[in-house]
């Protein structure tokens, strides 16, 4: 109702509330200048990478991106998707919205609007909040698609999130989404997936692979590590299999400081030469498969299990746009838009 306004009034779009799924972020495409761009966004995050940037600016300008794009470009180009012209990331990201953008309007009709954005890269978390506000948006449920809470991850999300804010003259209400690591639906989805790949047996061990953190932050009180270790032990509850076929490990290290342990890589050789011949991975900590399982989970982390004298090797695929994921993260909204809608 805006009769009453004066002509000269800004446009007033109706109410709606957001509803912006943030995931970490992908380069725009594969070549030097473009991997350089967002790997520069990254590492140049202090909650990514905390050392002082007196030091680690110089080498990260002057050394680590003079390199890396090459070999990330590389590594990218492996699995890239060729015919959107994106990383899996992105077209998985684009589906997980699409199905919830589907449920909520069948929850809530058109008064809920949803979409995503990316930590680092495009589409950012600017961009998407101010298109929101821009749709009359006066309250916001951010959901960083981490199950498990990390500094590293759902904390740099929201402070994006926040940033983001400071931009606005009306700035609306908001709330975020917390970690669901521990969640019935989510661990139900996780053991459904298992539970297809083996419907009639079952690996020698299955390998739960969490991207890793310097031990560090685990000792400055980031909860991390448990909650990792939380989901795994409630996932193998799920399943009802023994404490030694279903352990956690931790993949992904970068610098030369100790991170997280067992580290994956170095756990499946073990694996492989103590005998086990038939393991499975998955990847618990990523709600979408990327770069980190789909080229080193299937890359460096297989050749070293098969290399060790494994025999059968099984990744098992990220939750993804499965429904049974959908419901999961649609319960977690459905919970956090309490007193909203």
Same mark, same amino acid.
């Given at each position: 109702m805006t009769d009453h306004l004066p002509a000269d009034h800004p446009t007033v779009p109706a109410e709606k509330i957001g509803v912006l799924l943030a995931n970490l972020g992908t380069p725009d495409a594969t070549d030097y200048w473009s991997m350089r761009r967002y790997l520069g966004e990254f590492l140049s995050d202090r909650r990514v990478i905390d050392y002082s940037p007196l030091f680690w600016q110089p080498l990260l300008q002057l050394v680590i991106l003079t390199k890396r794009p090459f070999t990330s470009g590389a590594a990218y180009r492996t699995i890239w998707n060729n015919e959107a012209d994106e990383s899996p990331l992105m077209t998985i990201t684009k589906k997980q919205t699409a199905a919830i953008a589907d449920w909520a309007r069948a929850q809530y009709g058109e008064g809920v609007m949803v979409d995503y954005c990316m930590r680092y890269g495009n589409p950012s978390t600017q961009s998407k909040v101010q298109a929101m506000i821009d749709a009359g948006c006066r309250r916001i449920l951010f959901f960083p698609l981490y199950p498990q809470y990390a500094g590293a991850t759902t904390a740099t999300a929201n402070d994006q999130f926040f940033?983001?804010?400071?931009?606005? /003259?009306?700035?609306?209400?908001?709330?975020?989404?917390?970690?669901?690591?521990?969640?019935?639906?989510y661990i139900e989805a996780l053991a459904q997936s298992i539970e297809r790949a083996y419907p009639? %047996?079952?690996?020698?061990?299955?390998?739960?692979?969490?991207?890793?953190?310097?031990?560090?932050?685990l000792l400055e009180g980031d909860p991390y590590h448990c909650q990792c270790q939380?989901?795994? #032990?409630? $996932?193998? &509850? #799920? $399943?009802?299999?023994?404490?030694? =076929?279903?352990?956690?490990?931790?993949? %992904? /290290?970068?610098?030369? =400081?100790?991170?997280?342990?067992?580290?994956?890589?170095?756990? *499946?050789?073990?694996?492989?030469q103590a005998g086990k011949k038939r393991?499975? *991975?998955?990847?618990?900590?990523? %709600?979408?498969?990327?770069? =980190?399982?789909?080229? &080193?989970?299937?890359?460096?982390?297989?050749?070293?299990f098969e290399e060790g004298g494994g025999e059968s090797f099984t990744y098992i695929p990220c939750l993804n746009d499965d429904p049974a994921h959908i419901a999961a993260l649609t319960a977690a909204i459905d919970r956090n838009l309490m007193g909203w809608v």
């Open positions: 940033r983001a804010l400071m931009h606005g /003259r009306w700035q609306p209400a908001t709330r975020t989404v917390p970690a669901y690591f521990d969640e019935p639906d009639d %047996s079952r690996p020698d061990v299955l390998v739960c692979s969490y991207h890793g953190l310097p031990k560090r932050y939380k989901t795994t #032990r409630l $996932l193998r &509850e #799920r $399943l009802g299999w023994e404490t030694d =076929e279903v352990i956690t490990t931790f993949q %992904s /290290r970068f610098g030369s =400081e100790e991170w997280l342990q067992p580290y994956t890589v170095e756990e *499946v050789a073990r694996l492989a393991i499975a *991975v998955c990847a618990p900590a990523f %709600s979408a498969d990327c770069i =980190e399982t789909l080229e &080193e989970i299937n890359g460096e982390i297989r050749h070293a």
